[in-house]
Nanobody, 125 residues
Framework: QVQLVESGGGVVQAGGSLRLSCAAS????????MGWFRQAPGKEREFVAAVWWSELRTYYADSVKGRFTISRENAKNTVYLQMNSLKPEDTAVYYCAADFWRGSVPLQSEEYDYWGQGTQVTVSS
C-alpha cells in the first residue's frame, strides 16, 4: 500500500522559512517524479515543484522560483520542500504527490498517481 505522508507545516511570519517533508513508502519510486502542489481556500490546486527520483532534475513554478527548493533523500525515501522568503500568498494546504514518469514534466494534478493527506502552511503578514 503506497503512502505519502507530509509533515512540517505550521504558522510563520512573512519573510520566514519552513521545510516540508514527504515520506514515501509502499513501493519503489525510482521511475517516479515527486511533486509538491498547494491549494488555497477557494482556489484550484496548483503545481509548486517537482523532483525526479533517478535524475538530478527539478522543476519549479514561476511563483516560487528562487525562494523554494525541492530535494530528495533516496536512502530515506523522503522528499523535501525548503520554503524561504515566505509570503502571505503562499498560505495553502501543501500536498505531496507521485507520478510515474511518462516523459513530460507533470504539471497537472491529474497526472499524479498517489497523493498525501496535505499539511497546512499559514504565512502571516
Amino acid at each position: 500500500q503506497v503512502q505519502l505522508v507530509e509533515s512540517g507545516g505550521g504558522v510563520v511570519q512573512a519573510g520566514g522559512s519552513l521545510r516540508l517533508s514527504c515520506a514515501a513508502s509502499g513501493r519503489s519510486f525510482s521511475n517516479y517524479v515527486m511533486g509538491w502542489f498547494r491549494q488555497a481556500p477557494g482556489k484550484e490546486r496548483e503545481f509548486v515543484a517537482a523532483v525526479w527520483w533517478s535524475e538530478l532534475r527539478t522543476y519549479y513554478a514561476d511563483s516560487v522560483k528562487g525562494r523554494f527548493t525541492i530535494s530528495r533523500e533516496n536512502a530515506k525515501n523522503t522528499v523535501y520542500l525548503q520554503m524561504n522568503s515566505l509570503k502571505p500568498e503562499d498560505t495553502a494546504v501543501y500536498y505531496c504527490a507521485a507520478d510515474f514518469w511518462r516523459g513530460s514534466v507533470p504539471l497537472q494534478s491529474e497526472e499524479y498517481d498517489y497523493w498525501g493527506q496535505g499539511t497546512q502552511v499559514t504565512v502571516s503578514s
